[in-house]
């Protein structure tokens, strides 16, 4: 500190302590301020929260589910919220870490979150399970994995809206019994994804009559995929399946009709959104998969339950955003009004809110129609997929 | 061991007491983030600060650690504390193994080196299939017990891991402080030199090496009975990046630096979430990114031997370097 540029560093380095903790003041009196806006009205907000995947990894499914729960939480306290109570809902990114994610859902509990709406994929769901638990405070899961709410016994107080892979597996294979296909050839990603679908068919097919062939797997950064098709080809496979998403679900395809194999290709949910379509430069027409309601909305019965929701949902989002709603959004829109409902009914009482979801029969939502037992925390059966087949690059119900 | 040079692990135990009478699960659960990491990063430190030896790859003892304990308290019902000693051991044992080829390296290859075997570990955590429960992970990890006291809850375990910490930091301490810490300090300021002066370079690196998985390891298998839940992603090549600059930013060679650097990025991130939607409404968290990326490069430039010099402008004994003197 004898001349002066270390002086001026020494002004510097006080200046940027100063900024820190100027940053760390201004992180208390907000906390304050939440609290007397909760006492001071008549009608205490009911304050939940929600811990999505907004940044990193799997950003591409937490925006979306972000989007959706702002939409309707404005939506639901301009129309008076819930018997009178407007629903305060703080959305935290986890930035698709697992850490993270514990501390962010620690954090909701302790600012008096009701309940937990998220995460956005399996691993910062599964992260957040023990907390969940040991605090008592019902959560519900945007994400696929059977295994964030079962077995059922240690999971109390967690439920989920998406579609556990059995579904679309059971979609598929009632399918291939039809067809009277019955070797199969099943490439997947190598990612937690692929990883339950491989799980969930090889339970499926047991004592099915129906025989696994060939069984590949590429990773999820993959270019080419020949290699894993040549063999396939040399099996005596009927239909390939696969679990994947794009890009490499793109690639696949591509390289699927390169290698000129002509039996059917049936892809997973995972590839259910237009970039697959487009990534894959017209190979994908042929292609069959099982998917949610949401991306034929138009193509289904008025009988089906669902028609009006999956309407009234695209048309909601197309006037906010201006683009369509996907799936991932759809399972934020069950999250939500699952526990709105739930809401109505409990009030602010997180173990009642628990025992009313667990209650939820005939809920028609976007993903399908959820009946919830004490053994089924998903509430979904097989008659929420319907199986669509790729024609001119748009989605066709085929049924 | 006068109680002079004890002054601040003494504050330290005091600032363990007061968080007692918080009633915050919050607080406690970044406590226990701070001071698993702060484990990692007190090994990383030796190894770092004073053996200056660099490696990228702690993330892959630290997953070691981890994967220790689940699969043996899960699949073959270990008990959880065996358990816990079995996830610092072997990590251990592997950094002895591969430290003796690996830390002949220097600078560049041994990090290119140790990033490789990090790459490497959490291609097998990946692929260990039944094992490891591949990419999906393995959950029902149960809670850590030590004989008759379950740590299932926030405020136990954070008693529970910031007791190790105090331990680790007065082993350090007494460390850094004894004939072998002035040997290290020795091999980092000039390899010829020591050996020169009758110091057994590869052996002490070698020590270094493995002393800093072996901690790595425990805080690993602390993580795994924490989280009850792992999946290969936590232990990727980004976390061993942040261990470095934990290590970086807390200030290199210095005794209080491994635990500053751990507070600071942990708590950083904390602050940065509720702070950034305050700011700029709706900010998701690539802002928080790009302003804890500001905030860190404003760090290394006007505080490049790190924060524990900060303690200067105070008169906190913080910065305490040790120069290879005897």
């Known amino acids: 500190m004898k001349n002066m540029s270390k002086g001026l560093k020494r002004r510097l380095g006080l200046a940027l302590l100063l900024v820190i903790s100027l940053l760390i003041s201004a992180c208390s009196p907000t906390k304050e301020a939440d609290v007397k806006s909760t006492t001071a009205s008549a009608n205490e907000p009911y304050k939940i929260g929600a811990v999505l995947d907004i940044s990193g990894n799997s950003s591409s499914l937490g925006v979306p589910e972000r989007d959706t729960l702002l939409m309707m939480v404005e939506k639901l306290n301009s129309e008076g919220g819930i018997n009178g109570h407007p629903v305060d809902l703080t959305i935290m990114d986890n930035k698709s870490d697992e850490t993270e994610s514990v501390l962010a859902a620690k954090t909701l509990i302790e600012k008096g979150s009701l309940a937990i709406l998220g995460a956005s994929s399996s691993g910062t769901s599964m992260a957040m399970i023990k907390t969940v638990e040991s605090e008592k405070v019902p959560m519900i899961s945007l994400a696929a994995a059977s295994s964030i709410v079962e077995p059922t016994s240690d999971r109390k107080w967690v439920f989920k809206t998406a579609q556990s892979d059995i579904v679309m597996i059971n979609k598929i294979i009632s399918y291939l019994k039809k067809n009277d296909l019955n070797k199969i050839a099943f490439l997947y990603m190598n990612n937690s994804y692929g990883d339950n679908g491989k799980k969930a068919i090889t339970a499926a097919v047991k004592d099915s009559g129906i025989s696994i062939v060939a069984e590949e797997k590429f990773d999820a950064n993959d270019k080419d995929m020949t290699p894993q098709l040549s063999k396939v080809k040399a099996s005596e496979a009927q239909v390939v399946i696969v679990w994947a998403i794009p890009p490499s679900a793109s ?52 009988a089906d339950p669902q028609k009006k929701v999956l309407e009234s949902y695209i048309a909601d989002y197309v006037k906010k955003y201006n683009s369509e709603p996907n799936s991932f959004g759809g399972y934020a829109w069950d999250a939500f009004n699952l526990l709105v409902s739930a809401l109505e009914k409990a009030g602010p009482d997180r173990e009642a809110i628990r025992g009313e979801l667990e209650k939820t029969q005939g809920f028609v939502g976007i993903s399908g129609v959820f009946n919830m037992s004490p053994e089924d925390h998903n509430g979904l059966k097989e008659d929420s997929a319907v199986l669509v087949k790729v024609d001119q690059g748009k989605w066709k119900l085929i049924e | 061991m006068h109680l002079k040079n004890h002054k601040g692990l003494i504050l330290l135990l005091f600032l363990l007491v007061i968080p007692l009478k918080i009633d915050s699960n919050y607080l406690y659960s970044t406590l226990v983030v701070i001071a698993i990491y702060s484990i990692v990063v007190q090994g990383l430190g030796i190894l770092m600060g004073y053996a200056g030896q660099v490696s990228f790859g702690h993330a892959a003892f630290f997953g070691l650690g981890g994967y220790t304990a689940a699969i043996l308290t899960t699949r073959f019902n270990w008990p959880t504390l065996i358990a816990l000693l079995a996830a610092a051991i072997l990590p251990g044992i592997l950094a002895a193994i591969i430290g003796r080829q690996t830390l002949k390296l220097r600078e560049l290859y041994l990090a290119l080196a140790t990033l490789g075997f990090g790459i490497l570990v959490h291609i097998i955590f990946n692929e260990g299939g039944e094992l490891t429960g591949g990419p999906s992970g393995m959950s029902g990890i149960p809670n850590l017990t030590i004989g008759t006291i379950s740590f299932d809850n926030d405020q136990k375990f954070y008693l529970l891991v910031w007791f190790m910490l105090l331990l680790i930091l007065i082993g350090i301490y007494n460390l850094v402080h004894s004939r072998t810490g002035r040997a290290l300090c020795s091999i980092r300021e000039s390899e010829y030199a020591a050996e020169n002066a009758g110091v057994d370079c590869a052996r002490l690196k070698l020590q270094a090496f493995t002393f800093s998985a072996l901690l790595a390891g425990l805080a690993g298998g602390l993580y795994a009975f924490y989280v009850s839940f792992i999946s290969p992603s936590p232990f990727s090549f980004h976390t061993s990046v942040q261990f470095v600059l934990m290590v970086v930013i807390g200030g290199l060679g210095t005794f209080w630096g491994p635990l500053l650097g751990a507070v600071v990025v942990v708590s950083l991130n904390e602050l940065l979430r509720e702070i950034v939607p305050l700011l700029i409404p709706g900010a998701g968290g690539e802002y928080q990114i790009i302003i804890y990326g500001i905030i860190l490069v404003g760090l290394m430039i006007f505080q490049p031997k790190g924060l524990s010099s900060i303690g200067r402008y105070f008169r906190l004994p913080l910065k305490k370097e040790l120069k290879p003197e005897g």
């Open chain 1, 251 to 302: 690639i696949l395809t591509k390289n699927f009709k390169d290698v000129g194999l002509t039996i059917p290709l049936i892809h997973s949910h995972g590839v259910g959104n237009q970039k697959f379509i487009e990534l894959a430069q017209g190979a994908a027409d042929g292609t069959l998969l099982p998917i949610g309601k949401l991306s034929v909305a138009q193509q289904i019965t008025d």
